[in-house]
Every structure is written in structure tokens, then in C-alpha cells.
């Protein structure tokens, strides 16, 4: 990632106008990749893997923090329309988001390097896992419990991990090595993604100025 500390930055106004449109885009983007989730075969089948943060990662290193946590606002709010959960995965999932991208555009903000990337990543990815295990403690296995007993989740958990014996065993055992390995995954694909991406909506956004200035 470049340094960014080297790029003339344009007048505020035009700054504003981008970022809305590129948080208004990579919103619902990142819509749509959070329907498209799936199970992986050595995790319960309750946790699904999508890559709706991604969007949000990227638009954290392009306008901050406050971008990533907008995005991830209206993935949330979007998807309230067809939830299962009546909004408590929504506020779970919105929690797990903003950790990671909050966190990651703060640390950022502070070394706008390719270390500083690296770090605020895997800065991201620690406090999306902490974030995890309370929302998933506090708010998604209370829910799933009222649908189904707490003992058989537990029993569909130890198919998989047999030391699993109670509620904290899922949270520790199950649910955070998965956020650690979605984060892991989700960051590297941000890094690797970033510059192309930035690089591609310059130069469209470049385009119709190109034009302009020809007639």
C-alpha cells in the first residue's frame, strides 16, 4: 500500500462527494456478498463464511474508519429485510464488522505504509475475534437457544470438536479460531486487493474529466 502522506489530496468537497459514492457502492456490494455465505466442513454448520467485510476493509484504507463501519452499517441494515434472526445476527454481525474494520482504519491511520497495513489487519482481526466472542456469548447463543436446546448445540459442536462440553467450549473452541481464520483470510485478500481496486476506481473516475477536456 502506498503512502498516502505523498499524494496531493483533493478540494474537501470533491473528497466528501467520492467517499459517499464509493461507501454507497461497496454497501451494497458488500450486500450482496453476505447472502452469498457458506459452511466449511470443520466448523459447525451454523458458522458460515461470507466476504461481505471485504468492501468494508477497502473502503476503510481508502477514506478511514468511519467509512468501513458506514459500510458495514448498511450490509446490516439491508439485510434486516429477509433476517432470520429478528435483527439480533444483524447487531451481531455489525458489531464483528466494525471491530475489525474500526480497528484496522485507526491503526492505519496512524502508519500509512505497507506495515502500518499489515498491522492494522492483523490489529483488525484480534478485535474482530474479542468482539466475537461477546456477541456470540451475549447475543447469537441466547437467540439460537430459544429456537433450539443449548444441549444439542453443544452435541452438534462436539461432532466436530469433542472436547466441546458447554457454552463457552463453542464461543473458544469453535467460534473464535473461525472469526481468527475469516479475519486472517478477509485481511489478506484486502491487502492483496487494495491498491488494484483504488487503482481501478481512480482511473475510472479519471475517465469522464479525460473526456471532458477533449471536446
Do not use: Q
Not at 461497496?26 to 461470507?50: I, Q, W
Not at 461432532?159 to 489478506?188: C, E, H, M, Q, Y
Amino acid at each position: 500500500m502506498p503512502n498516502e502522506h505523498t499524494h496531493p489530496k483533493p478540494p474537501g468537497r470533491a473528497v466528501n462527494t467520492r467517499m459517499l459514492v464509493i461507501v454507497a457502492l461497496f454497501s451494497a456490494l458488500s450486500s450482496v456478498l453476505m447472502y452469498l455465505d457458506f459452511p466449511l466442513p470443520f466448523f459447525p454448520p451454523f458458522l458460515k463464511l461470507d466476504f461481505s467485510d471485504l468492501p468494508a476493509l477497502l473502503g476503510t484504507f481508502w477514506f478511514g474508519p468511519s467509512a468501513g463501519i458506514a459500510v458495514a452499517l448498511v450490509k446490516n441494515l439491508i439485510h434486516l429485510f429477509i433476517s432470520s434472526t429478528g435483527g439480533v445476527g444483524e447487531l451481531a454481525n455489525f458489531i464483528v464488522s466494525a471491530a475489525l474494520t474500526g480497528t484496522a482504519g485507526l491503526v492505519y491511520r496512524l502508519r500509512r505504509t505497507r506495515g502500518g497495513a499489515v498491522a492494522g489487519l492483523a490489529c483488525g482481526t484480534l478485535a474482530m475475534t474479542l468482539a466475537g466472542i461477546a456477541a456470540n456469548y451475549y447475543l447469537l447463543l441466547p437467540f439460537f437457544a430459544k429456537v433450539m436446546p443449548m444441549e444439542t448445540i453443544v452435541a452438534m459442536c462436539a461432532r466436530l470438536i469433542p472436547s466441546i462440553r458447554t457454552t463457552w467450549d463453542i464461543v473458544l473452541l469453535s467460534i473464535t479460531p473461525f472469526n481468527l481464520f475469516k479475519g486472517a483470510l478477509i485481511s489478506g485478500l484486502t491487502f492483496l486487493l487494495y491498491k488494484r481496486v483504488k487503482g481501478f476506481m481512480s482511473e475510472t473516475a479519471e475517465r469522464p474529466r479525460r473526456a471532458a477536456g477533449k471536446v
